[in-house]
């Protein structure tokens, strides 16, 4: 079993809130590691998966909140939407902390009366996919080190640090990880989708058409870190304007797809702007798309999309233990210059990520970085550009490019 480095987290959110909640998609390891709390705890595990269960917590929720003794675990709860209200109440009449630590295969936060039940009760948290430091047994400071006054200080790398496009294929799904072969993978992915369509996406809408998600998963997997156009996935696709967005919107509560909002000096920009979609999890977008690697002819180009998927959701990973909290956005200008990942804290700093597949970088790979560091002024902090190589190389005062590895590799900020 791998060891979760959002773990010191929830026991932090245990000590002192009444009421935990572990979301993220199915598969990344939430039962296993709240099953695993709720040992060292002696607490009490139900799983709203088990038909009895949920039969029970539905028919008379208050009665079933009523009857639970100590600290409990209560899987996919958001198959019973009835049981927020009746935890409420238990709450407030006992605020003891660690009272209820719960799980959700779809985001509370899209899901509003959820949510709303637990206000100031409740603190959310989210499991992705396996993260590569968390795949060695490390816990990665990459983030931390970022916005660090030095650069950050790297441990050295080994021979599987160097092997990028195996780890952007492979992907973080424990199931997937354990399966060497690709085509054992490919078979894991199909039966996972059509797994989620049939239990959490009928749970959630009941829609007809579910058979046109698995292709717009293709599609979306293909079109990995482009800017969000919904009418022209509407077309490609052949589905109604309306209903796309629709399945655009489930597809992020199941937490299948994210989207990264732009970055602007400008916060009140930031909304007008169209988001950039990524699928969670590399791997996945890999085989939906059939991708065989960057050396594959004439896949240069959707691989080096599937990286920059890679990167952003290995941020995104981190910034659920790292130490500084921060917001992530992506940044474009109206000439097109980019910067793929943008890291906000919350003093307003910025550094700037920048990923690309070559093995080299030149001074013109941080030509976007130079547009944000414009635009964001004093605010700017640093511009990184993650490639595909061995060394750490500084580009002046502010600038510097740095190995992809350099994400699970930072042993923590420069003293």
Do not use: C
């Not at 199915?26 to 009490?44: A, F, N, P, Y």
């Not at 009857?67 to 675990?73: A, R, S, Y």
């Not at 950039?276 to 791997?283: A, E, P, T």
């Amino acid at each position: 079993m791998y060891r979760r480095n959002i773990k010191d987290g929830l026991l932090a959110a245990l000590a002192d809130t009444p009421v935990v909640l572990l979301n993220g998609a199915r598969q990344t390891g939430k039962t296993t590691l709240v099953e695993d709390l709720s040992r060292e705890r002696d607490g009490h595990y139900l799983s709203l998966d088990d038909a009895t269960v949920l039969a029970a917590a539905t028919a008379d929720p208050a009665g079933f909140v009523r009857k639970l003794d100590g600290m409990t675990v209560i899987d996919e709860v958001q198959k019973a939407p009835s049981l927020f209200p009746a935890i409420k109440r238990r709450v407030d009449a006992d605020r003891k902390p660690g009272r209820f630590l719960l799980t959700g295969s779809a985001n509370i936060l899209l899901l509003p009366k959820m949510s709303e039940s637990l206000a100031g009760r409740m603190e959310i948290a989210t499991l992705w996919p396996l993260s590569q430091g968390e795949l060695a047994g490390r816990r990665e400071r990459f983030i931390d080190a970022a916005f660090s006054h030095g650069l950050p200080r790297l441990m050295k790398a080994g021979p599987a640090d160097r092997e990028i496009s195996g780890r952007v294929q492979i992907g973080g799904f424990p199931e997937a990880v354990a399966r060497s072969a690709p085509d054992r993978r490919q078979a894991w992915v199909g039966a996972y989708i059509t797994t989620i369509l049939q239990r959490d996406v009928r749970d959630l809408a009941h829609i007809e058409g579910l058979t046109d998600m698995p292709r717009l998963l293709s599609l979306l997997a293909a079109r990995s870190s482009g800017l969000l156009n919904v009418a022209e996935l509407s077309r490609s696709a052949g589905i109604a304007h309306s209903t796309m967005r629709r399945y655009l919107s489930l597809l992020e509560t199941t937490f299948l797809a994210q989207l990264l909002p732009a970055w602007s000096a400008n916060r009140t920009k930031r909304l007008v702007k169209s988001p950039k979609v990524h699928l969670i999890d590399s791997g996945m977008a890999a085989l939906l798309t059939g991708a065989s690697g960057p050396d594959h002819p004439g896949e240069r180009q959707l691989y080096g999309r599937l990286l920059e998927s890679f990167v952003v959701m290995e941020l995104r990973k981190q910034m659920t233990w790292n130490e500084m909290r921060v917001s992530l956005f992506y940044f474009r200008t109206a000439s097109g210059q980019e910067v793929d990942a943008v890291l906000e804290d919350i003093r307003g700093r910025v550094v700037g990520i920048e990923v690309k597949s070559a093995a080299s970088v030149g001074e013109k790979d941080f030509s976007g970085l130079k547009a944000l560091a414009e635009l964001a002024g004093k605010k700017f902090h640093r511009g990184i550009v993650l490639y595909d190589g061995d060394s750490v190389v500084p580009f002046g005062d502010r600038y510097a490019a740095m190995p992809i590895s350099a994400l699970w590799r930072a042993a923590g900020p420069a003293e």
